[in-house]
């Protein structure tokens, strides 16, 4: 067994290797070789936006692709796209980004108000906003970075912002004008770092001993929970992003994502809520990524492996039965590699 001194010197020297990694590289350097951009404008009717993002799920890149640009081209791959930046075609600037909070905020706004199911057909992006105030919700900072600043700099501004992805935003020096150049992923900017930091190897101190993740108070759901009640009581209340799903032991299922709820509500369809979690799950795309789990003795090494192989965007942490004991998601593997040890450095 490695000397607890020891164990801690290499886990700070990777977690600086990796900081440097990411003062050195660029946003840009994060795309891949080739990638598709949806740019909506915020006249779009929000049902529209929602057909045109379940239309155009990308697929996985190419087998004929040599190992380390196929890994690059799986930065793109998602199970769909599920988030696109807005553009204001009056002003010709970027006006933000379109996420699943932003469905799931007319989710909650169709269910305090059912009345209005039919005005909710004609809601247009740019009415958004005016949708986040009749629910009290406090609006999302809008945030963006320059493709060739360092990479750190958006890592720090996705983590102040609370931000899962944030869009590159440049602006054309013949017009003046911004421009859209692509939108990336806390999961994109992790696999970057996976596949060309060797020194993530250096992580080797296991989760128990790191103080990240979610361990108390972490909500969960039935196979037979509606889904409504997960939207409204879990993700909203919560601000979380996905709810394990557990059976009357505690062990866990499944686990219930927002990205669910663009498949749930596909053709605009609010009033069709009430199905039960299991019966949202059947509904998922064949190409979902699936369920991740680790457990506390597991080490950030192997979890950068996993990340660097598979698409993953949280981990279910379970104990040897496969028993619920928390959440680690990408936002806590990015705070603690951004954050640990870093007021120490010269």
């Known amino acids: 067994m490695q000397p607890q001194v020891s164990l801690d010197q290499d886990q700070i020297e990777g977690l600086r290797h990796i900081r440097a990694f990411l003062k050195v590289r660029t946003s840009y350097d994060v795309l891949p070789l080739s990638y598709r951009l949806i740019t909506f404008d915020t ?22 692709l040599p190992l380390m640009q196929r890994a690059e081209a799986d930065c793109m791959a998602t199970p769909g796209i599920v988030s696109a930046p807005l553009w204001d075609s009056r ?83 013949e017009t003046n004008r911004q421009m859209v150049v692509s939108v990336i992923t806390q999961y994109r900017i992790l696999k970057f770092v996976a596949v060309n930091v060797n020194e993530t190897q250096m992580l080797r101190k296991p989760l128990k001993d790191l103080k990240i993740g979610t361990f108390e108070n972490v909500a969960t759901a039935r196979m037979e929970t509606p889904v409504i009640d997960v939207i409204i009581n879990m993700l909203v209340k919560k601000s979380i992003s996905s709810v394990p799903i557990v059976d009357d032991e505690g062990v866990v299922l499944n686990v219930f994502e927002a990205v669910d709820v663009i498949t749930i509500i596909k053709g605009g369809v609010y009033d069709d809520l009430n199905l039960s979690v299991g019966e949202a799950l059947l509904k998922r795309p064949d190409e979902f990524a699936g369920l991740y789990t680790c457990t506390v003795h597991d080490r950030l090494d192997t979890i950068f492996d996993t990340i660097r192989k598979s698409r993953v965007h949280r981990f279910v942490v379970v104990d040897d039965s496969n028993h619920l004991q928390g959440i680690l998601t990408l936002s806590d593997i990015l705070e603690y590699i951004l954050l640990e040890g870093e007021a120490d450095e010269p």
């Open 43 to 64: 006249t779009l009717l929000v049902k529209k936006s929602l057909n045109t993002l379940i239309q155009n799920g990308t697929r996985g890149p190419p087998h004929h």
């Open 91 to 173: 002003s010709s600037a970027f006006a933000g980004l379109l996420t699943t909070s932003d469905y799931i905020n007319v989710i909650q706004y169709y269910w305090q108000n059912p009345d209005v199911l039919k005005q909710i057909d004609q809601f247009r992006l740019n009415s958004l906003r005016d949708v986040e105030k009749a629910i009290g919700v406090v609006p999302i900072e809008t945030v963006s970075a320059h493709p060739q600043k360092p990479l750190y700099e958006a890592c720090r501004r996705m983590l102040v912002s609370r931000a899962r992805r944030i869009p590159l935003v440049d602006v054309d020096h």
